[in-house]
């Protein structure tokens, strides 16, 4: 018998690490991934036949931020997704928190800017027009604060304590508009945070520790929330399959314990990586100002001794 449309049946074996990471393929996810990889691959190849260089580390990022996303969506977590809470939820924090900061990490809007051919004088090619998308009113709303943080609450307590999740988990496509929905806001609250790619927000260091923090409680209030619920909250899985064995009130505790558990690794992650960027741009401002002095011959130092001496000279 099917659940929901997706064709999954219902007398699936109960859980096990080893049953949920076995492969499944999503069609969609699966090609979306690929896609991903082998684009961003391509970027990588022409800058380096060209003699640029692109940071492994970058690649690393982005490759394990895709890998994250087929992991969850392309084995049999997937289908578990369908009929227990608590899998969902590892999947939904996993796109939507851990995969955008890793593909983040991976500047795929950098690469592309600089992979990318110039069309030539009065065309437009595709760097043009990622250009002109990333300097749009359309770009400066959405990844503006006012805009990100909100989405971003509004992602969990506006889906899940209402009809709209169960709606969406009705069909297929639905479900993929879900998950796609849940990297794209992970992606748009983390971009102006991370300070990786070029974008229209670029706050300083100490505001985007700030909005990340912004908005991190509400998931762990989300997570105790659905722990100290008395009864099962979302009607799609207040009746799992007897096959499973279990029960969708201790189903339910358990996604909220991985929901408020799981709104601290994203914070640790981008902390380091903006403690990293801070001491970066430090060092790179450090550099610029001791080339700087080398050029002029140190004029700044030089007119703060004259200042000094001036000091001293008055008070004789």
Known sequence: MDHSGHGMTMDMPPFT???????????????????????YGWGVVRLRRRGDAWPMGRVVGFTLGVLSVALVMCTKLNDYGMVMFSVHMVQHM?????????ILLGAPVTLALRALPAAGRGRRGPREWLVALLHSRYMRVITHPVFTIPLFIASL?????????DFLMESRAGHIAMM?????????FFWPIMGVD?????????????????????HAFFGIALMMASEPMIGTYMHPPASLGIDALSDQTAAGGIAWAFSEIPSVVVL???VYQWYRSEQRQARRSDRTADRDGDKELAAYNAYL??????QQ
């Open 309 to 314: 001496a001036s000091l001293r000279t008055g």
């Open 157 to 165: 307590y506006a889906l899940y304590f209402t009809p709209i999740f």
């Open 94 to 102: 996993v796109v939507s928190m851990l995969s955008p900061i890793l």
């Open 272 to 274: 380091i990586a903006l």
């Open 180 to 188: 796609v929905h849940f990297l794209a806001v992970g992606l748009v």
């Open 17 to 39: 690490l080893g049953r949920g990471l076995e492969f499944s393929g999503d069609p969609f996810f699966m090609i979306s991934c690929l896609l991903g990889l082998g684009l």
């Open 198 to 218: 070029p974008g229209p927000h670029r706050p300083g260091y100490v505001m985007r520790m700030l909005e990340l923090f912004a908005g991190m409680p509400f």
